[in-house]
Structures are given as structure tokens and as C-alpha cells.
């Protein structure tokens, strides 16, 4: 895909993701070939308002395909998603978005012959009976929430517009993602986004799930970069399309907690685990992701000590900023 051919589409685009993929891809193809679209409207959009943004229900096939026609678009990234805790706070609202959106983006992708399409799946896909460690990609997967249902059915779906249809579908496994630029909405792993930010403001934080608690995760750096691995790699080399694990780097509530103390000593950081603690109790410890080191060469570039400093030294300015 060449910066002169790839017009982009992306859903979500003030989501945690879609908000800092959106600046990346209108840097490599030009902001006028990558249009936004979120569900809030242009007045709360997050992106830069001279840029192109078109407000978007993605369960509204029409006005997407729209959007498609009028600018021409050949590529979509579908970030649009309700994530684990809302959904399950509202599962039938869950099961809508995640599924009709997904079905738009894949009807109309198959209708117009897109060149590609991204749909990120997660380690939500994941339950009890996956191994704890080193979960495989090819596994067990029977999840406990209805977001994990709808990537399992997702991941399933877009194989079937690969194999079916001839749609070049891509998608990677996103772990618990940690960003400085937006907070992230309704994910079992906010926790290891909210806890910089309350640690720069009040030196302490309330952790909803125990100290022990050990999941995978990836700082965003490194998520935007599987992204555009993936969707640069060649679709020959590649042997499954929309089910990638990838691992950035695993650890606990209190190992994060102490790394962030080693730079703020005052910070204090206690448990008190909530509903959301059960449905990190479902997700594997740490991840295999040898099919996508071996067949489009992903690596991570960061681990938990060069992620701290970093999300420290890009937060701290911008809340001094604000008191």
C-alpha cells in the first residue's frame, strides 16, 4: 500500500487508539487522505479541527457507506469498539456496536472491493480454561464478557470475508494498552493509565483490581506499530489474518506501582479490587506471539522501565500545565 494510493478511513478515531493512530497515518499518507469519524460529534471531536472529521454511528450502514463514497476511501481501520467494563455494564449495547459496526465495515468493504481493512480484536477473546502463561494463539477461547464474545465472533467473521469473499482483513490481538494522550473508556486495564495520572496529581492512587494482578500489556508506541506492521506486511506471507497475538511486556499492579515510585517517592498506591477484577482473573498472564514475530516481524520497542519514564515525562508538563 503506497502513500499515494491509501485513502483511510477510521471509525473510533477519538478513541485511546484511534485519537494517536489517526495523527500517525495522516503523517504517512497526508491528513487529507485520512478521514476521522467518531460518534461525538465535531464540537468534542479530539482531533485537529482542520482536519477531516465526519461524525459516524457505526451502526448506521448508510451514512457509512456514504462517507466511503464520498471520499473515495480504500482502506478502513475499524477502531470503533465498546470495551469489557461498559460492556458489561450494557451488554446488549456491546453486542450491537461491536457486531453491526464490524458487519458495515465488512459488507461495505466487500460491496466497493477495499484495498484492506483493519479490526483490531483483544486478549478479551481469552477465558479461564486458556492457559495462564503463554497463552498460544491457537487456543481455547471462551470468554466471560461480552466483549470478549463479540472479538471472538469478530476475529471468526473476518476470516470468513478473507476466505469467502477474497477481503483482506488484518487484525492483531490488542493487550491492555497505556497512553498519555487520551484516557482510555471502559477497559479492565485502565488502571495502568489512570494510576500516572493520579500519581503526578495527588501522589496516591486507588487500584481496582489486587496487587498481584498480572496481565499483558503495551504502551501505545508500541500498539501503533503493530498496527502498521501488520498492515504493511504482505498478505502471502501471512497464514491467519485477524487473530495475532502480540506481547509488549506482562506485569502486576504493585510492579507498576512500584516503578512509578522509583521517580515519586511520595507516591502511595492501595487495592481495592471491584467487579473488574473478575474478568481480569479470566485473561492469561502473559501471551505466545511467535506467529506474528515469524510471519511480519513484530517486536516490541518498550518494556516497563522505559514506558514509565516516558508516560512521566510526557504527563507531567501538561498536568503542571493545568494547575
Avoid at 148 to 167: C, D, I, S
Avoid at 248 to 277: N, T, V
Amino acid at each position: 500500500m503506497t502513500t499515494a494510493t491509501c485513502r483511510a478511513l477510521v471509525t473510533g478515531a477519538c478513541g485511546q487508539i484511534g485519537s494517536e493512530l489517526t495523527p500517525v497515518l495522516r503523517e504517512r499518507y497526508g491528513r487529507e487522505h485520512v478521514i476521522a469519524t467518531d460518534i461525538r460529534s465535531p464540537e468534542s471531536a479530539c482531533l485537529k479541527s482542520q482536519d477531516p472529521f465526519e461524525q459516524l454511528d457505526v451502526c448506521d450502514r448508510d451514512a457509512m457507506d456514504a462517507i466511503v463514497e464520498r471520499y473515495n476511501i480504500d482502506t478502513i481501520y475499524h477502531m470503533a469498539a465498546i470495551l469489557s467494563a461498559t460492556g458489561e455494564e450494557k451488554p446488549a449495547l456491546a453486542w450491537n456496536v461491536n457486531m453491526r459496526g464490524l458487519v458495515n465495515v465488512l459488507e461495505i468493504a466487500r460491496e466497493r472491493q477495499l484495498v484492506r481493512v483493519f479490526c483490531p480484536s483483544s486478549i478479551a477473546v481469552f477465558g479461564p480454561e486458556t492457559p495462564r502463561d503463554r497463552a498460544p494463539q491457537t487456543t481455547i477461547l471462551q470468554p466471560t464478557t461480552m466483549y470478549g464474545v463479540t472479538k471472538v465472533t469478530g476475529e471468526l467473521l473476518g476470516e470468513y470475508y478473507v476466505q469467502r469473499f477474497g477481503v483482506d482483513v488484518r487484525g492483531v490481538r490488542y493487550p491492555g494498552i497505556v497512553s498519555s494522550e487520551t484516557l482510555p473508556g471502559g477497559g479492565t486495564t485502565d488502571y495502568a493509565v489512570d494510576i500516572f495520572y493520579q500519581a503526578l496529581r495527588a501522589s496516591r492512587y486507588t487500584c481496582f483490581v489486587r496487587p498481584d494482578t498480572v496481565l499483558p500489556m503495551m504502551y501505545m508506541p508500541d500498539c501503533i506499530k503493530a498496527t502498521l506492521d501488520l498492515m504493511d506486511a504482505d498478505f502471502d506471507a501471512l497464514r491467519g489474518h485477524c487473530n495475532f497475538n502480540i506481547a509488549g511486556m506482562s506485569f502486576s499492579a504493585q510492579e507498576l506501582a512500584s516503578e512509578i515510585k522509583k521517580h515519586l517517592p511520595e507516591f502511595d498506591c492501595e487495592y481495592k479490587p471491584d467487579f473488574r477484577q473478575a474478568i481480569a482473573d479470566s485473561w492469561p498472564k502473559t501471551i505466545d506471539d511467535a506467529p506474528a514475530r515469524e510471519q511480519w516481524g513484530w517486536h516490541p520497542q518498550f518494556d516497563l522501565a522505559s514506558m514509565t519514564v516516558d508516560m512521566l515525562n510526557k504527563l507531567a508538563p501538561r498536568l503542571r500545565a493545568h494547575t
